[in-house]
């Protein structure tokens, strides 16, 4: 079974842009969460979508969204970039059995670089 | 809130040395308990997981972590590192909703 995968693996942005990221989760996945990894913060949870809609949100401002497709793909987007937003973004999905026990996956990540 | 502490930043051992990385979480619910580990230039990858059961959960690569409930506490232990399993390790905390709460990672470095 395919993993998660995320496109694109590499982005170069300058201030004030905005960008898109994509994900796809595990076939069957129905779960996707967003993370973003930063050397000075670590992972810090973003937001959570099930069916379509967001389920979790973590302590980010408005400045970076999200939204879940019917197929459970994944896209997140930060407007107004900022120098501060430079980044791995990861992708992770689950099967979201309803048990509470489900594991989350990790694609390989966007790496944002904001100029 | 929910925290995830893991005290020790770099970790630097010798080949056939023992390994233990601590974690301690704060969360008074029942939680579900994850390590992770992200090889150079790999993604994340699971290593081990706990939710109900034997305290004592064994992983991949011959980890193996136990869960102390008393102390809030979910330590990784490998009896002999090898150089392969130098990485970055990542302690994280299901407590419901689909949200891991992570650690700040340990490095840990294996001189051959």
């Known amino acids: 079974k395919a993993g998660v995968t995320q496109t694109p693996r590499y982005l170069i942005k300058t201030r004030g842009q905005q960008v898109t990221l994509s994900c796809s989760p595990i076939s069957g996945h129905r779960s996707v969460s967003w993370y973003q990894q930063t050397p000075g913060q670590g992972l810090q949870f973003l937001f959570e979508y099930f069916s379509e809609t967001q389920r979790n949100k973590g302590n980010f401002p408005g400045r970076f969204s999200g939204r879940q497709f019917s197929n459970s793909r994944s896209e997140m987007n930060v407007s107004t970039l900022e120098l501060g937003d430079s980044a791995l973004y990861l992708c992770?999905?689950?099967?979201?059995?309803?048990?509470?026990?489900?594991?989350?996956?990790f694609g390989p990540g966007t790496r944002l670089t904001v100029l | 809130a929910q925290s995830v502490s893991q005290h020790n930043h770099h970790v630097i051992l010798s080949e056939a040395a023992s390994l233990e990385l601590g974690c301690n979480y704060s969360?008074?619910?029942?939680?579900?308990l994850f390590w992770y580990v992200q090889y150079p230039g790999q993604h994340l990858q699971l290593l081990l997981k706990?939710?109900?059961?034997?305290?004592l959960v064994k992983g991949i690569k011959g980890f193996e972590a136990e869960f102390i409930k008393s102390k809030f506490s979910f330590n990784l232990r490998k009896p002999s590192v090898q150089w392969s399993d130098t990485a970055e390790y990542f302690c994280?905390?299901?407590?419901?909703?689909?949200?891991?709460?992570f650690g700040t990672g340990t490095r840990l470095t294996v001189i051959p």
């Open positions: 706990y939710f109900s059961g034997d305290p």
């Open positions: 994280a905390v299901l407590p419901g909703a689909n949200n891991l709460f």
């Open positions: 969360y008074g619910g029942t939680v579900n």
């Open positions: 992770a999905s689950s099967l979201d059995s309803g048990s509470g026990t489900d594991t989350q996956y």
